[in-house]
């Protein structure tokens, strides 16, 4: 049992802090843990990339080199073996699937394992018939195994899931010892750094700015943005939607913007380190992806006044409240979207009701009031043991 004098040691795993949702909430979550003095930590990097070096640089960041797991040999890492010596953690809090993987490697009972899931991880499916078809799914599964008997089996792993959709693919997937640490905790964001205090409304002399912020990823759907945009030209000119992000399908979007002729409305603002200005100089948040386990930028626009208009990805089913501080769409219709924003433009009232409301809930996420749930939720599980 821990003397109560004793700092509660933390060490978090994460493969890098590169831009992402579970990176960008790994880095606020350490901050706001920096106003605990009782609580000491250390974030254990896979890779070396760090791409929020101002906002980290208060943290003890050890790189531990990351080597490729194998099925058929005893998985060492001899930096990770060390800092565990070293620093003797009371919780390891992994997030995402590496990350997780490695806390196999070396197991104490002596130590309480949290793993962070910030999205649905395929590698834990249940199987299926197909899986025997597809080389990728087959070692999850062989992976997924291993993890049951050289971890789940032998020490308890609480489970923390970011959206009720997220929390019900895990009661589904993991073994029923660890089902029953399944807890459901949100996010939390700098409030203050994205609130933005003067009050909104549109402008209708100037050009109608529209916003979305994410990797270029398949999931996030941007190609979609592009059909919005060709339609919303039906019945104004009068518009830009500028994209923030960098990633694997961002030359394959570009092309289709200069494809259909679109270079003047749709326009790829790339990597930007201060986003927060580019939410308070828009008019509308719009977000397009299929899939979203949380979405932080939901947070972040409805801080700063911005209407959401997105695709229905699952998780973000949470955060929008549809006709309240956005529109959440089943269905990816262009026209849906079009008519929203049109709507939006059109009816003063029911755009500045939004954007009150919309910074009011987000309010409800600041990082000093989600900081304190998740130390409570460290407290709780350490007192168990």
């Given at each position: 049992?821990?003397?109560?004098?004793?700092?509660?040691?933390?060490?978090?795993?994460?493969?890098?802090?590169?831009?992402?949702?579970?990176?960008?909430?790994?880095?606020?979550?350490?901050?706001?843990?920096?106003?605990?003095?009782?609580?000491?930590?250390?974030?254990?990097?896979?890779?070396?990339?760090?791409?929020?070096?101002?906002?980290?640089?208060?943290?003890?960041?050890?790189?531990?080199g990351y080597?490729?797991?194998?099925?058929?040999?005893?998985?060492?890492?001899?930096?990770?073996?060390?800092?565990?010596?070293?620093?003797?953690?009371?919780?390891?809090?992994?997030?995402?699937?590496?990350?997780?993987?490695?806390?196999?490697?070396?197991?104490?009972?002596?130590?309480?394992?949290?793993?962070?899931?910030?999205?649905?991880?395929?590698?834990?499916?249940?199987?299926?018939?197909?899986?025997?078809?597809?080389?990728?799914?087959?070692?999850?599964?062989?992976?997924?195994?291993?993890?049951?008997?050289?971890k789940y089996?032998?020490?308890?792993?609480?489970?923390?899931?970011?959206?009720?959709?997220?929390?019900?693919?895990?009661?589904?997937?993991?073994?029923?010892?660890?089902?029953?640490?399944?807890?459901?905790?949100?996010?939390?964001?700098?409030?203050?750094?994205?609130?933005?205090?003067?009050?909104?409304?549109?402008?209708?002399?100037?050009?109608?700015?529209?916003?979305?912020?994410?990797?270029?990823?398949?999931?996030?759907?941007?190609?979609?943005?592009?059909?919005?945009?060709?339609?919303?030209?039906?019945?104004?000119?009068?518009?830009?939607?500028?994209l923030i992000?960098?990633?694997?399908?961002?030359?394959?979007?570009?092309?289709?913007?200069?494809?259909?002729?679109?270079?003047?409305?749709?326009?790829?603002?790339?990597?930007?380190?201060?986003?927060?200005?580019?939410?308070?100089?828009?008019?509308?948040?719009?977000?397009?992806?299929?899939?979203?386990?949380?979405?932080?930028?939901?947070?972040?626009?409805?801080?700063?006044?911005?209407?959401?208009?997105?695709?229905?990805?699952?998780?973000?089913?949470?955060?929008?409240?549809?006709?309240?501080?956005?529109?959440?769409?089943?269905?990816?219709?262009?026209?849906?979207?079009?008519?929203?924003?049109?709507?939006?433009?059109?009816?003063?009232?029911?755009?500045?009701?939004?954007?009150?409301?919309?910074?009011?809930?987000?309010?409800?996420?600041?990082?000093?009031?989600?900081?304190?749930?998740?130390?409570?939720?460290?407290?709780?599980?350490?007192?168990?043991?």
């Amino acid at each position: 049992m821990r003397k109560e004098n004793k700092k509660m040691k933390i060490l978090f795993l994460i493969p890098d802090l590169g831009k992402g949702g579970a990176e960008r909430f790994l880095v606020d979550h350490c901050l706001g843990l920096t106003s605990y003095p009782e609580i000491e930590f250390k974030i254990g990097v896979l890779f070396d990339n760090n791409q929020y070096v101002e906002e980290s640089k208060v943290f003890d960041i050890v790189h531990l080199g990351y080597d490729t797991f194998s099925l058929f040999r005893k998985s060492e890492n001899e930096f990770f073996k060390n800092l565990l010596n070293e620093f003797k953690p009371d919780i390891i809090h992994s997030n995402l699937y590496l990350a997780e993987f490695l806390t196999s490697y070396y197991l104490d009972k002596n130590i309480t394992y949290v793993c962070h899931c910030h999205d649905n991880m395929s590698q834990l499916d249940n199987i299926k018939l197909t899986t025997l078809y597809y080389r990728n799914k087959l070692l999850n599964f062989f992976e997924k195994i291993y993890l049951n008997i050289y971890k789940y089996s032998k020490v308890n792993t609480y489970f923390i899931a970011n959206s009720q959709h997220t929390y019900n693919y895990y009661k589904k997937v993991l073994p029923s010892k660890q089902a029953r640490s399944l807890v459901k905790m949100d996010y939390g964001f700098q409030y203050e750094r994205f609130f933005y205090p003067n009050h909104r409304s549109v402008n209708h002399d100037k050009t109608l700015n529209i916003l979305n912020v994410g990797s270029f990823q398949h999931k996030k759907n941007q190609s979609f943005i592009i059909d919005i945009a060709k339609e919303l030209l039906n019945y104004t000119e009068n518009f830009e939607i500028h994209l923030i992000g960098q990633g694997e399908y961002y030359n394959a979007v570009q092309a289709r913007i200069q494809q259909e002729n679109l270079d003047n409305y749709v326009c790829l603002q790339g990597i930007q380190n201060n986003v927060q200005d580019w939410y308070r100089t828009s008019d509308i948040y719009l977000h397009t992806a299929y899939y979203e386990p949380f979405g932080l930028v939901f947070l972040e626009a409805m801080a700063a006044g911005l209407p959401i208009i997105c695709l229905n990805g699952k998780g973000n089913q949470d955060i929008i409240q549809h006709g309240q501080n956005g529109y959440i769409f089943d269905e990816q219709n262009p026209r849906l979207f079009a008519e929203a924003i049109i709507e939006l433009l059109q009816d003063d009232n029911k755009y500045e009701r939004m954007s009150d409301y919309g910074k009011s809930y987000a309010k409800n996420f600041d990082l000093a009031i989600q900081t304190s749930k998740f130390v409570k939720f460290y407290h709780s599980i350490l007192e168990k043991k």
